[in-house]
């Protein structure tokens, strides 16, 4: 009779030890994931800077292109109205 409730503790003693080391397996298989979430973030937010400087870039030089460009029709402009000018003056 004492022995019946004293293997019933052990029993429910290792089977909490038992409850403890699978409790503990899943939190480092948790662990394990949750780090190789953040290496993929990090690679992710990495990536998005890059492309963000890219963007950033891509954009200056259509801004310098188009301003080359304007200023080029400016030269050109200016050009067509000195030789207009030159062209009344002759007559």
Excluded: C
């Excluded at 503790?9 to 089977?15: A, I, P």
């Excluded at 780090?35 to 990090?42: F, G, H, I, M």
């Excluded at 259509?62 to 400016?74: A, D, P, T």
Aim: no cysteine; glycine share 4%; charged share 40%.
């Amino acid at each position: 009779m004492i022995l019946k409730p004293l293997f019933e503790y052990f029993g429910k003693l290792f089977s909490l030890a038992r409850d403890v080391q699978e409790v503990k397996e899943g939190f480092r298989e948790l662990r394990a994931e949750l780090d190789e979430t953040n290496e993929a973030v990090q690679r992710l937010a990495a990536d998005l800077r890059v492309l963000n400087e890219r963007e950033a870039n891509a954009r200056e030089r259509e801004r310098s292109e188009r301003e080359k460009l304007h200023l080029q029709l400016e030269n050109v402009l200016l050009k067509f109205q000195k030789q207009i000018g030159s062209g009344k003056k002759k007559r």
